[in-house]
């Protein structure tokens, strides 16, 4: 039988069609391919990172309890202050750096342990708020964040009256917090304000002290009332200063605060609380973990808080 041109066309058409199909379907399966082969190393590299991050976590509190062991005394030249510089793992590089958390205000310390005010932090606050060009309002606002009742602070507190008109609505959270970025609730507080204030507060514990070896020179001269010398001295040189000794030691802030007739704000030459910000880099995967350190009356040390990738 003779095969028409027609029906010889159309037996060409559909044997290019099935191939072409074909094509494309191969196409996908290796493109599918590649992307799982890349998705499962990403993952395999996060995972090795992490536990790259847990190690020098094992490896910091190792060194802060034997600090505890040699030393009553937490200023800026021992060895857990030193950053660790890039160290290369395999695969990759890590590198990590350990900040006592008691050289900063502790927004917790805005309440007592009866639920009321601590007027003395209050203050502390509202100076730490001017020295950095920001509203002292921040201050009363914060403690109505924290405490339990419903009275607002006068006169620039609020309570969930100014919340619940909000757009969209939400309540205070009348406890204490686990992060300061919290402050970023209040009313107005927009996101350059609390980078501004972000390296000089933290969220610890209520009813911690404040380490006037480790503290910023804004978070120093919050402590006084009149004296703002700490923050304007030249940063290199106000850290040279601290390597070598704890300066301020403790004696001079207490002595600087009595002078002033002011109720004297809870300070200390030794901390409990450290934070470990580690980032470890395998191939093209990059790993944060930020560690809350809480080292207990006996010297040991435990991570009471971990978040990934973002304070």
């Not at 191939?19 to 290796?30: D, R």
């Not at 923050?231 to 070598?244: G, I, K, L, W």
């Amino acid at each position: 039988m003779t095969i028409r041109p027609l029906q010889t066309g159309v037996a060409l058409i559909t044997a290019m069609l099935i191939m072409a199909l074909a094509t494309i379907a191969a196409t996908q399966l290796v493109a599918e391919n590649g992307l799982s082969i890349r998705r499962t190393s990403n993952l395999i590299a996060m995972d090795q990172a992490m536990l790259y991050a847990l190690g020098a976590e094992a490896w910091v509190i190792e060194i802060l309890e034997q600090d505890a062991r040699e030393s009553e005394i937490d200023y800026l030249g021992e060895v857990w202050a030193v950053p660790l510089p890039p160290l290369e793992v395999e695969g990759g590089v890590i590198q990590g750096t350990v900040e006592d958390m008691q050289g900063r205000f502790n927004i917790n310390n805005l309440v007592d342990d009866d639920g009321e005010a601590n007027q003395a932090a209050l203050e502390q606050f509202q100076r730490l708020l001017v020295l950095l060009d920001l509203d002292q309002k921040y201050a009363a606002l914060a403690l109505d964040w924290l405490d339990p009742d419903a009275q607002e602070t006068f006169p620039d507190g609020a309570e969930d009256s100014l919340y619940t008109g909000q757009e969209p609505p939400y309540r205070t959270a009348n406890s204490l917090v686990n992060t300061t970025s919290e402050l970023s609730a209040l009313p107005e507080f927009d996101y350059t304000y609390y980078e501004i204030l972000k390296p000089h507060i933290a969220a610890l514990p209520r009813n911690t002290a404040i380490n006037v070896c480790t503290a910023s020179g804004y978070v120093l001269d919050s402590l006084l009332k009149a004296s703002q010398e700490f923050s304007t001295e030249e940063p290199q040189n106000f850290y040279e200063e601290r390597v070598e000794v704890c300066y301020p030691d403790l004696n001079d802030m207490k002595s600087r605060i009595e002078a002033q007739e002011q109720e004297l704000t809870s300070t200390s030459e030794s901390s409990n609380y450290f934070r470990l910000v580690t980032r470890a880099t395998i191939g093209t995967t990059q790993f944060t973990l930020y560690s809350l350190l809480e080292r207990g009356s006996g010297g040991q040390v435990r991570p009471i808080l971990r978040s990934f990738g973002n304070e």
